[in-house]
């Protein structure tokens, strides 16, 4: 597969630089999976299937003008070049139509990137079975999704990427008769059937919990515990524009008051965009390389991720972010309180694994609101007393992450999504719990 | 139109399997989207895609393979691996398909006024700089964009029992937005994007009124800047049609739809607070609640003759006078459930398979004028276009946020105020709707962007509604 899709994209690339016009420069991006999908419910397969499926953006750049066109690859040398043609004409043809571009900027150097990470995938019909198995009389309900994933870029000016990476994500929750439910797990490169059985079994431990009578608890402000993927939905919030260059300029970002300096967060809160050792590729779809980068330091605004657009609009260097301008690894760094000593920091308060549905009920003010999901406790003593039915949260980041943020666990969770929109993603975040002195329930 | 049909039977004809059913459904669409922001043209973003999804029955398994090569040997290698899967899964399967009907209609659909031209990527241009540069000179409007997406759609659906169905639709998003800034707050105005969007040719954008929305849409951004938070507490509600599809959309129709109500979502998108049983018992709103399944207004984005597996489509009534009588479930789930559904199976695209969707969910027009539904309110506040939305996983408790708020006072309309937002619970909000608006005040709007289901897809919908009034609802306003 990964010698397959490479030469069929180095074919194209070949192309392209044959039939290049004048002063025509290009950018050609592709992406590609080999995807099966299972889903599950009541422990049983609801629906199964495969995807095959590769896409090239093309860009074409002339005198100050650019535009792109995506098409889909068939996978057939000759049927793929046609359709790379007929893309390069229609864009010929749409260059004279509009205006110069007076925020076009190209990325000229000749970087090469090659990462490829085929380890072999697990057995299809093995994981199925030992799914089937452990999960046995649980109401187990996901998707196993699995296979190579590939990215690739290539410019005019000699630039080429190539980023390939076999892997497997198993999305599932388990559910008690009485409708509470435990979110799991288990993604990686290597299907280790013993890793499998623990995480199944650490499931199973949850959900004994979630029999107990749930605790209802009326709108006010608890204590509480965010585990790692509850702090996921958090920072996956702010990165919907929190750091873009281009949302910060234009005052649609949440974060414009810590990047203007009028607000803060707790010296404890540090995050990167950590690429290097991530899943992502270390190119952007727009051709420049990417590195590391410190967004926020102790509390305090750093950098922000800048696409080639936003670099020339407003007057920054470019630093390898797509052109939606979201961290695609984005890492938090870890705290000091164990992991096992949780709950007694806690004492009285709520224990939440997951939240969920996360918008702003105030964007300028960072203010979030959401709502629990999955195995949320009530917790007294350090001692787990009952299940918490679903409720809705609404406050500002500068409070969660700010002025009531007591603490960060020392321990971090990678988190790979499992966002397949349009196709499998690759992005992650490795973040730690937090210990809030303060959640303000409305609902 | 339909230029692959007599090739793509051939090839059809030429596929072979030993399943005792098979279909396949190829897509070919191709997109374009312009924008302007700040008076500079964005580089235009074009698309072209193709590809099949073939679905086998195998002893009353199914299964699917997609692929992006619909050449003979491409089909007939994503038939096979689909075959293969059908027979892998077999002894996991949670159902056993071998006594479902299969679709065999043979009918063609088209959007409304398709045959005739869209104007030149030029022409949009220009359009688009026009209302671009009609926005006032002022140092707090500190972005601004006009933009115009296009999306024409051609399917064909053939199966092994001889159906031939085929749709042809183009897809028009005109938007505009604002942003004013005053050194501590920023608030936005927005007109389509996210809440408007219909099948058709020009007249979608002319529909829309994008001629002249500049100069407007700045002026409202401006009021927003200088309008105070909107008060706390407890109001009357009257809900523009631009929110009420939101409305309509996270507190109907996710949880109408039958494959959540069976449980497939429940690790993704949701359960559903409305149980099986509750179809032809539970009193989901009030008397005045009336909530239709129509596929057949003609610019509305879900409209069609038959959904992605085959099945036709036709109006029918999910909630009468308040009564809930029938659920969002497509030709699989009426099969699984025993309970009469809807044409509502459908695919973003090739490369995922059918699941229950929304597709066009409205709320029937009242008998009251936008002057009846004010005046008959005391002390309350209306509320228009959504920016904001976020309800539980069984779709029951939510909090949605709006971009334009106005107090209501004694029957009449009074002050402008900013980030309005409300909250509730869907299974008893809808018992507190106490006015419908006419048809003077329905709308056809329509979101691109719903997600679901594992894989992931992003359809689109429509929702036509009234302005709606509801009692004694939870309003508040924000921090800054």
Request: proline letters at 4%; aromatic letters at 8%.
């Amino acid at each position: 597969m990964a010698a397959t899709a490479l030469q069929h994209f180095q074919a194209l690339v070949s192309d392209l630089r044959d039939n290049l016009r004048g002063q025509e420069q290009f950018t050609l991006s592709y992406s590609g999976e080999q995807s099966q999908f299972i889903r599950f419910n009541h422990a049983k397969v609801r629906q199964a299937g495969e995807v095959q499926q590769a896409g090239a953006s093309l860009k074409l750049i002339d005198d100050g003008r650019q535009a792109s066109l995506h098409m889909t690859l068939s996978g057939d040398g000759e049927v793929d070049r046609q359709r790379l043609f007929e893309a390069l004409e229609q864009l010929r043809q749409t260059l004279p139509l509009i205006p110069q571009d007076p925020y076009l900027q190209l990325n000229d150097s000749s970087w090469q990137s090659h990462n490829v990470q085929d380890q072999p995938l697990p057995d299809s019909a093995q994981v199925l079975q030992q799914i089937s198995d452990s999960a046995g009389e649980l109401d187990l309900v996901g998707i196993y999704a699995a296979g190579p994933i590939s990215l690739g870029f290539a410019s005019s000016h000699g630039a080429f990427g190539w980023h390939q990476a076999n892997s497997f994500n198993f999305d599932f929750s388990l559910f008690h008769a009485n409708g509470e439910a435990v979110k799991a797990n288990y993604a990686g490169q290597t299907w280790d059937p013993s890793a499998f059985a623990r995480r199944m079994a650490q499931a199973r431990a949850q959900l004994e919990h979630l029999g107990r009578p749930p605790k209802a608890l009326a709108p006010g402000e608890y204590r509480a515990y965010l585990a790692p993927a509850a702090m996921d939905e958090i920072i996956g919030m702010l990165n919907w524009g929190g750091f873009s260059a281009q949302s910060i300029a234009s005052k649609n970002s949440p974060l414009q008051r810590l990047y203007g300096g009028d607000s803060a967060m707790s010296p404890l809160v540090s995050m990167t965009e950590q690429v290097s050792g991530s899943l992502s590729p270390a190119f952007s779809e727009e051709g420049y390389p990417r590195s590391d980068l410190r967004l926020i330091e102790q509390g305090q605004a750093r950098e922000q991720l800048t696409s080639a657009r936003s670099a020339a609009e407003f007057q920054r260097v470019a630093n390898g972010a797509e052109r939606y301008e979201s961290a695609t690894a984005l890492s938090m760094a870890p705290g000091e309180l164990a992991e096992a000593d949780v709950l007694k920091a806690l004492g009285t308060g709520l224990y939440i694994s997951n939240l969920w549905y996360l918008n702003y009920s105030d964007l300028p003010a960072a203010r979030m609101t959401g709502l629990t999901r999955f195995a949320t406790f009530w917790v007294e003593d350090g001692q787990i007393q009952a299940p918490v039915s679903t409720m809705r949260f609404d406050d500002s980041v500068y409070s969660l992450l700010g002025s009531h943020l007591e603490a960060l666990t020392r321990e971090r969770e990678l988190i790979l999504s499992t966002s397949t929109y349009g196709q499998r993603q690759t992005s992650s975040s490795h973040l730690p719990g937090a210990l809030v002195a303060r959640l303000t329930l409305t609902l | 139109m339909f230029d692959i049909t007599a090739s793509l039977r051939q090839r059809f004809a030429g596929l072979r399997s030993g399943a005792e059913f098979f279909s396949l459904r190829h897509v070919q669409q191709s997109d374009q989207h312009l924008s302007v922001r700040k008076n500079v043209a964005e580089p235009p973003s074009l698309g072209r895609d193709e590809g099949a999804m073939l679905t086998v029955r195998v002893n009353g398994v199914e299964a699917y393979a997609a692929t992006a090569d619909v050449s003979q040997a491409g089909l007939q290698r994503a038939l096979d691996q689909a075959e293969a899967l059908a027979r892998q899964i077999a002894r996991h399967a949670l159902l056993d398909l071998s006594t479902q009907a299969v679709a065999s209609g043979r009918a063609d659909y088209a959007s409304p006024n398709h045959d005739k031209a869209f104007p030149s990527l030029r022409d949009c241009y220009d359009l688009l700089a026009r209302e671009s540069a009609s926005v006032p000179s002022d140092s707090r409007l500190v972005n601004w964009q006009a933009s115009l997406g296009l999306s024409t759609i051609e399917q064909i659906y053939l199966n092994n029992a001889g159906a031939e169905l085929r749709q042809a639709q183009r897809f028009v998003f005109p938007g505009f937005n604002v942003t004013a800034y005053d050194g501590q707050d920023s608030q936005s105005r927005t007109l389509g994007r996210e809440n408007f969007g219909q099948q058709g040719g020009f007249d979608v954008v002319e529909r829309f009124a994008l001629n002249g929305a500049g100069a407007r849409v700045a002026e409202q951004a401006l009021q927003l800047l200088l309008a105070p938070n909107t008060p706390s507490g407890v109001r009357d509600l009257l809900l523009m049609p631009d929110q009420m599809m939101l409305q309509i959309h996270e507190s109907i129709g996710h949880p109408l739809e039958m494959d959540r109500i069976l449980g497939d979502e429940r690790n993704y998108a949701g359960t559903s607070f409305v149980n099986a049983s509750d179809f032809g018992h539970l009193q989901y709103g009030s008397k005045l609640l009336n909530v239709t399944f129509d596929p057949a207004i003609p610019e509305e984005l879900a409209s069609y003759a038959h959904d992605d597996d085959g099945t036709p489509a036709s109006k029918q009534l999910l909630i009468r006078d308040g009564l809930l009588v029938r659920p969002l479930g497509g030709a699989l789930s009426q099969f699984r459930s025993g309970l009469d559904g809807v044409a509502n199976s459908r695919a973003c695209s090739w490369n995922r398979a059918p699941i229950d969707r929304m597709a066009n969910l409205n709320i029937e027009p009242g008998n009251q004028t936008l002057e009846q539904l004010i005046g008959g309110i005391e002390q309350g506040i209306l509320m228009r276009t959504n920016r904001s939305w976020s309800i539980d996983d069984a779709r029951n408790k939510f909090q949605f946020g709006c971009e334009w708020g106005q107090l209501i006072e004694n029957g009449e309309l009074k002050g402008v105020v900013k980030n309005p937002n409300y909250r509730g619970i869907s299974s008893s909000f809808w018992r507190n709707l106490s006015a419908v608006g006419d048809a003077s005040t329905n709308q056809v709007l329509g979101t691109p962007n719903c997600g679901k289901g594992e894989p992931n897809q992003v359809v689109r919908v429509g929702h036509a509604s009234p302005a709606c009034v509801f009692s004694q609802i939870d309003v508040f306003g924000g921090d800054a």
